[in-house]
């Protein structure tokens, strides 16, 4: 059973970079076809979907996050990372991996997600 | 705004019957992409409840259905149950976007 875990700094400055990473179990990155996603929720309010890769490293992004946002895999560490630039509080959210077969639509399995502040 | 418009809370008594719908637009729902439901438990991740309309994974209970109808979709739980609290968000994509995945703004349940 595949089991996702995001991981990073809890507090970031407002303008520098966010960067997390999502551990991925009980099963290869790689392998698939899957999507990878990003999903955040700021405290009380909706989740909002940052952006997808692919297997082979093909990426999508949400049209609000396009200009600061990258995604990798890691094939070597059977994780991926996001990156997103130029932050400000209004980043401040719960941030989660999900995994999205292809063909498919529904997010499944989640992380348990990471809060990631933006304050100075 | 989200794209996709829930109630911001719907409530019922134990073993009540409750909906929670969820209306989008002729650019996700109604382009016929599929609706999915989750149900978030406060500080917890959200949990697949209802993929691709109607269908229930494996594990979840049959007291959860889900429907789809033109622009919009509903999630339907019967038998309330004091565990079903929560927040239950739907999730679809939408053209607009690029095809981005888009979500709810989200429905608070309370059992009473």
């Known amino acids: 059973q595949v089991q996702l875990q995001e991981s990073g700094p809890g507090l970031v400055k407002p303008s520098q970079t966010l960067s997390l990473t999502c551990s991925v179990s009980?099963?290869?990155?790689?392998?698939?076809?899957?999507?990878w996603n990003w999903i955040r929720q700021p405290a009380g309010k909706t989740l909002e979907w940052i952006g997808r890769?692919?297997?082979?490293?093909?990426?999508d992004y949400n049209p609000s996050f396009r200009s600061r946002v990258t995604m990798l895999l890691d094939t070597s560490r059977n994780h991926l990372s996001l990156k997103l630039t130029s932050v400000t509080a209004a980043d401040t959210a719960v941030y989660y991996c999900?995994?999205?077969?292809?063909?498919?639509?529904?997010?499944?399995?989640w992380g348990l997600g990471t809060l990631v502040s933006v304050s100075s | 705004q989200s794209v996709l418009t829930q109630p911001p809370s719907v409530s019922g008594a134990p073993g009540q019957r409750v909906t929670i719908s969820c209306t989008g637009s002729r650019s996700n729902i109604g382009a016929g992409y599929d609706v999915q439901w989750y149900q978030q438990v406060p500080g917890t991740a959200p949990k697949l409840l209802i993929y691709?309309?109607?269908n229930r994974p494996s594990g979840v209970p049959e007291r959860f259905s889900g429907s789809k109808s033109g622009t919009s979709a509903s999630l339907a739980i019967t038998g309330l149950q004091a565990e079903d609290e929560a927040d239950y968000y739907c999730?679809?994509?939408?053209?607009?976007?690029?095809?981005?995945?888009?979500f709810g703004g989200g429905t608070k349940l309370t059992v009473l």
């Open positions: 999900a995994r999205r077969a292809s063909g498919e639509g529904w997010f499944d399995p």
């Open positions: 691709d309309n109607t």
């Open positions: 890769i692919y297997t082979n490293g093909n990426t």
């Open positions: 009980g099963g290869s990155i790689s392998s698939g076809p899957y999507y």
């Open positions: 999730q679809s994509y939408d053209d607009t976007l690029s095809g981005s995945g888009v």
